[in-house]
């Protein structure tokens, strides 16, 4: 069933400046092949949920199997009969915000 999952993942103790821990866990997600992308706190990943929760799995334990303690905060939008929520959803946010422009509800 296609998932969309937005993703942080991240180590701890280790200092005040992660992006080469971060870099390694979003290497795995890119290199998974499903649909992704990383915006300054989150990645969003898409595809179906054994395969999204595989790469979960396995950018987490990137970093855990080195020792480091690492925070995962993981949400899920699980919609069956929805393909291409990444953009879909975007495309529908956006199209309500022009319709809805210039007045005070939506």
């Known amino acids: 069933m296609n998932t969309l999952v937005a993703l942080a993942i991240a180590p701890f103790g280790i200092g005040d400046e992660l992006a080469d ?26 595809g179906e949920w054994d395969d999204v929760m595989k790469v979960v799995k396995e950018a987490t334990f990137v970093l855990a199997e080195k020792g480091i303690r ?22 529908r946010l956006e199209k309500s915000i022009e319709k809805n422009e210039g007045r005070n509800e939506l």
């Open 21 to 46: 821990e971060v870099a390694k866990v979003v290497k795995v997600i890119r290199d998974s092949g499903l649909k992704n992308r990383t915006y300054s706190m989150f990645t969003e990943i898409e």
């Open 70 to 91: 690492t925070e995962v905060i993981l949400k899920a939008d699980v919609r069956p009969g929805f393909e291409n929520t990444m953009t879909e959803k975007l495309d």
